[in-house]
């Protein structure tokens, strides 16, 4: 429900303000929240069966073919970001740490859905529909290749060490 009716100008400019303030800011938050909060054998962060080790994403959404084009956020934050795309570390501690940031990453685009709501304030009703589908072409796909790559990861670690609980608690629950 609009309450606000500022300009043409203004409103637009508030599109940009939220878009470009609110993902940042639920990435810095996401940061700061300790790694514990990001154990992959959590509930929200493990695997399901119906995702079929992340199989399901592939036969859906064919994730395979367009995950590359994804931009990889790890790499903007110097001192606590982590680059996921390319994994070339196998050490039980650098896998571990891709299943913590995937699962980080995932809820900074979960997050990044909820501001579209806030359009509503300044902006024709019909607009929050249309953010909404912004919100999710943007941020779905990111979600999508973090559950497609973290069980996948896990499998490989539990297979490179099967003695890390953190493997074989991840995925296949």
Same mark, same amino acid.
């Given at each position: 429900m609009?309450i606000f ?7 637009? #400019?508030?599109?940009?303000v939220?878009w470009?303030?609110a ?5 810095l938050?996401?940061?700061r929240?300790p790694? *514990? #909060?990001?154990?992959?054998s959590r ?5 399901r069966k119906w995702?079929?080790?992340? &199989?399901f994403?592939?036969?859906?959404f064919?994730? &395979?073919?367009?995950?590359?084009l994804?931009?990889?956020?790890g ?5 606590r ?10 050490s039980?501690e650098?896998?571990r740490r ?10 900074t ?10 359009f509503g304030?300044?902006?024709p009703?019909?607009?929050v ?6 919100a #999710? ?12 790559? &973290? ?6 670690? *539990?297979?490179l060490?099967?003695d890390?609980?953190?493997a ?6």
């Amino acid at each position: 429900m609009q309450i606000f009716f500022p300009s043409r100008t203004v409103t637009i #400019l508030l599109f940009f303000v939220v878009w470009g303030a609110a993902p940042l800011l639920f990435a810095l938050i996401c940061l700061r929240l300790p790694d *514990s #909060l990001f154990d992959p054998s959590r509930f929200l962060w493990r695997a399901r069966k119906w995702e079929r080790e992340g &199989r399901f994403y592939e036969t859906v959404f064919h994730v &395979r073919s367009w995950k590359h084009l994804l931009p990889d956020g790890g790499g903007v934050w110097k001192n606590r970001g982590y680059k996921k795309r390319n994994l070339s570390d196998y050490s039980e501690e650098n896998l571990r740490r891709y299943l913590i940031e995937t699962a980080r990453g995932e809820l900074t685009h979960w997050l990044g859905i909820v501001p579209f709501w806030v359009f509503g304030l300044f902006a024709p009703p019909f607009v929050v529909w249309i953010m909404l589908a912004y919100a #999710l072409a943007v941020n779905l796909p990111c979600i999508i290749a973090q559950r497609y790559n &973290r069980p996948r990861v896990a499998i490989l670690m *539990s297979r490179l060490y099967p003695d890390s609980e953190c493997a074989k608690q991840s995925h296949n629950k």
